[in-house]
């Protein structure tokens, strides 16, 4: 499917952003009260949002029309890794290769092809391809400011 790709803009898309995001990680935690957790994530997510670059894939019809996103932080320097926070698609979307899309156009902002690594297992595309991606898990890297070299 043919999708645009345009920025993140917090005015119009940080409800669905969150919402996505905090739905997809409130299915795996058990035992911590879900408003404690909506709460502590929240902020994972918006200092995440804050030091990333997002993107989000949209219909090129109708450029309201949002089909997903990536957050992650390009890779800087020839050494670093590029780490992905999120990867989302809408799920009528899922079988249409936008997220794949959108990985590749995130990843064409860093320097080069550095390695890939995601902060999270429940990144569903990340998920899926990483036998054959060689994807790393790295949650550290989610609360870790400042990113280290691969």
Do not use: C
Not at 9 to 14: A, R, S, V
């Amino acid at each position: 499917m043919h999708i645009a790709i345009r920025e993140y803009d917090p005015e119009t898309d940080k409800g669905m952003v969150y919402k996505y995001w905090l739905r997809s990680h409130g299915f795996y935690v058990r035992g911590l009260p879900r408003r404690k957790f909506y709460e502590v994530q929240h902020a994972v997510i918006e200092r995440l949002l804050e030091r990333s670059t997002t993107l989000m894939a949209i219909s090129p019809d109708d450029h309201d029309a949002i089909l997903g996103f990536v957050v992650g932080e390009p890779a800087r320097y020839p050494d670093d890794w590029h780490v992905f926070h999120y990867v989302f698609v809408k799920e009528p979307f899922r079988e249409l290769r936008i997220a794949e899309q959108l990985v590749n156009a995130h990843r064409a902002l860093g320097t080069g092809w550095a390695p890939m690594v995601a902060t999270a297992s429940t990144l569903d595309w990340v998920r899926a391809r990483l036998s054959r991606s060689g994807v790393e898990i790295r949650p550290e890297l989610a609360h870790n400011e400042e990113k280290k070299t691969a």
